[in-house]
């Protein structure tokens, strides 16, 4: 074994013991966060509040995602916004047959002109300009929440220091490979690397399935105007909160969400942009969730082995330990389609460790069907369709 190769050796089988140290830390760190008491009291009299809905097309369950929202329940104003960036587009009748649905509640409907690569972010730059709330809550098209959604967030909201509040995502119905794949990152990668973060350096950004700020927040940053071309909007949202002095608060409450009917590799290309996207937002930072895939590296111990049995025991005792510890996560995850995909956590692993490493080997990225070059500043640049 030459040197260089013995020291290739040595630095991995550390990723992969820091790997397992980090899921178990990971471990506690969210059984403190999903047990912590909920003690903050609603104000009174309650604020007005306006729910914020950037949308661009449909699928099968935009309109029961759409329809969980007029369904909140609230003792305050609540008044609800669908914006999007064309006048034809599916949204729009969606949105006519919610008021039809739905005549107790303030429903409108906002146009929005495109004003920087961030077609998103255009929208709900528009949203907040036209919306009445004391309150903003900004939500993606695909979540669905449950009658206590407002209830139960704005109290942390409201309390002193908080600047933004967001919420990690549960996958809901997930079933293609694909969407199997997309729903065991978010529970079992995804909610850990949040929970670690929240413990050692602080939750510095949010994440677009909520993202609430009290209006004259958002008033002191300028809306969305100063970042229309980044791609990681609510990643630039929650950093510039904190930078003015305020928190960024994430209550224990899962956001179902419904998962994209699609194929691996669309998974593995949305995985990619999502690392590529954070690896621009977060900087060096972004390297240390590299011990966040212990199966990743103990695969790639035992290829630098393959005649080595203690390398393929190592790798069986990652997985064993892995699967054991997302089995306890799922006793607050609550997963829906745990017991139909928790074979495929192994396989998704392998996939972040690639899309980790592919952060670090591109700046081509494909959303909505769109291509764009993500540039070092995480802003846009569109390519040719």
Partial sequence: MTVVWFALTMVTTAVVAAGVLSLVLSLAA??????RPHSIPMPVPPPSVSILKPVEGTGPETWEALASFCQVHYPGRLQILVGTLH????VVPLVARLR??????EIGLVIAEPQGANRKTSIMEALWRKASGDYLFFSDADVQVSSDYLTRLLPELTAP???????LPRGLRAETLGGKVVALHYAFNYLPQWMLALRTTGIEWAIGHTMAVPRPVLERLGGFAGFLDHLADDYELGHRVTRLGLRVVLPPLLLDCFMPQESLGAAFRRLLRWKRTMRRARGAAFAGSALTYPVFWAAVLALLHPAAVWTWTTLASVVTIR???AAWLQSWVRL????RSWAWLPVVDLLEGL???GAYTGHNITWAGRRYRLRRNGTLKPLAR
């Fill in 100 to 105: 039809e649905a739905f005549p107790e509640r």
């Fill in 87 to 90: 006048r034809d587009d599916p």
């Fill in 336 to 339: 829906p389609d745990w017991r």
């Fill in 30 to 35: 969210a059984w403190r966060h999903f047990t």
């Fill in 161 to 167: 220091g908080v600047g933004c509040l967001t919420c």
């Fill in 355 to 357: 899309t980790f490493l």
């Fill in 323 to 325: 699967l054991l510890c």
